[in-house]
């Protein structure tokens, strides 16, 4: 069976591919903490994959973490105009679906 979550974390990381390169024209530090926060969300679905119990629980609620603040890098990019709401729309779509999965997926 398929490990949906791990699948859309990512088409994530390539959705965020090139915002993040257009935010770093802009604000380097809020480009490597927006890859930071990507590749975190994945290493820890792939961590919950191998997990039971608490453990498991644990590295998806901060996956979940991470992509939400993976959304509230995106929100802070387009409130300073280094992209347009338009070209993170599809990125905080997958982002916002983590969150929901990863929460579910603790339940």
Do not use: W
Not at 29 to 42: C, E, G, H, I
Not at 51 to 63: G, S, T
Request: aromatic share 6%; net charge positive.
């Amino acid at each position: 069976m398929a490990f949906h979550v791990y699948e859309a974390s990512i088409d994530l990381l390539y959705a965020l591919r090139p915002i993040i390169k257009r935010i770093a024209t802009h604000e380097a530090d809020l480009a490597k903490q927006l890859r930071r926060a990507a590749s975190s969300t994945v290493q820890n679905i792939c961590e919950a994959n191998k997990r039971v119990n608490r453990d498991r629980a644990n590295r998806l609620r901060v996956a979940g973490g991470e992509a939400s603040e993976i959304k509230g890098s995106l929100e802070t990019a387009v409130a300073f105009e280094y992209v347009e709401r338009s070209e993170i729309l599809a990125a905080f779509d997958l982002a916002d679906r983590i969150c929901a999965m990863t929460f579910r997926l603790t339940r």
